[in-house]
C-alpha cells in the first residue's frame, strides 16, 4: 500500500457523459499528479498539482480539468467523454522539493479504470 | 521537451537468469531516473531510484546503472523468479517536484 488512495476503482459510463475522478495523497505530500494509462500510449503525464496550485500541464485535453483543494486532495474532471477516453488514470503524490534526499520520489495510487461505452 | 525510449518491449527469460532493460533520454538537465514495476491491473511500484550523481546502485537482485554522458541507464535483475513477471517502465525528471516521462515499458517474462 502507497498510501495514496483513489476512488472509485471502476467507473463505466457513457459517451458524452462527465465524471469525477479523486485522488487522496500520502500524509504530508504536497504534490498530485494525474497520469494516463492506456494500452497504446503507455504512461502520459497530464496534470500536476503543488500545493493547491497548478504546476504543469502535459497531455491533458481541454475537456479535462483538474484542482487540488487545501486539504491537497485532488479531482480529475472528465467531461464530454469520448471512447478513447477508456484508460487507467492513476495519481501520484511526492514529498516537497526541498526535503534532503527524497526529493520526487513518486508513488502511485491504485487508479482508477474508466471505461466509456 | 524530455523523451525517453525503452528497450525492448517484450522479455523472456528462463528462471535464474539475468534480465537487462535498457533507457536512453534525451534532455541532459534530468537528473532523477526511477523504475517502476506493473503486475497486470495494478498500480505501478517505484522499485528503484537513481540520481545523476551516481553510476551505480544495487538493492539485493536489483541494480541500475547510470551513463550521463551517454544519456542512458539500465535495469539489471539478476536470479530471476516467476513472480519478477511484470511490465517494467522506466522514467526521467529533473529531481524536485517535475512530472515523470515514461518509457513505454518491458513485458518481462519469466519461465520456471
Known amino acids: 500500500d502507497s498510501g495514496v488512495t483513489q476512488t472509485p476503482k471502476h467507473l463505466i459510463t457513457a459517451t458524452g457523459q462527465r465524471v469525477t475522478l479523486r485522488c487522496s495523497p500520502r500524509s504530508g505530500d504536497l504534490s498530485v499528479y494525474w497520469y494516463q494509462q492506456s494500452l497504446d500510449q503507455g504512461l502520459q503525464f497530464l496534470i500536476h498539482y503543488y500545493n493547491g496550485e497548478e504546476r504543469a500541464k502535459g497531455n491533458i485535453l481541454e475537456r479535462f480539468s483538474a484542482q487540488q483543494f487545501p486539504d491537497l486532495h485532488s479531482e480529475l474532471n472528465l467531461s464530454s467523454l469520448e471512447l478513447g477516453d477508456s484508460a487507467l488514470y492513476f495519481c501520484?503524490?511526492?514529498?516537497?522539493?526541498?526535503?534532503?534526499?527524497?526529493?520526487?520520489?513518486?508513488?502511485f495510487g491504485p487508479g482508477t479504470r474508466l471505461t466509456v461505452l | 521537451g524530455e523523451n525517453v525510449e525503452q528497450h525492448p518491449s517484450t522479455l523472456s527469460v528462463q528462471e535464474g537468469d539475468s534480465a537487462v532493460i535498457k533507457c536512453t533520454y534525451s534532455?541532459?538537465?534530468?537528473?532523477?531516473f526511477p523504475w517502476y514495476k506493473q503486475e497486470l491491473g495494478k498500480r505501478p511500484q517505484l522499485i528503484i531510484d537513481?540520481?545523476?550523481?551516481?553510476g551505480e546502485k544495487k538493492d539485493q537482485r536489483i541494480a541500475v546503472t547510470l551513463n550521463k554522458t551517454a544519456k542512458h541507464f539500465s535495469l539489471h535483475i539478476t536470479e530471476t523468479q516467476p513472480e519478477d513477471s511484470a511490465v517494467y517502465f522506466c522514467a526521467a525528471s529533473f529531481s524536485g517536484n517535475t512530472p515523470l516521462v515514461f518509457g513505454k515499458g518491458t513485458r518481462l517474462s519469466v519461465i520456471a
Open positions: 534532455d541532459s538537465a534530468s537528473n532523477y
Open positions: 501520484a503524490s511526492s514529498v516537497e522539493s526541498g526535503r534532503a534526499l527524497r526529493g520526487n520520489e513518486q508513488f
Open positions: 537513481i540520481r545523476s550523481n551516481v
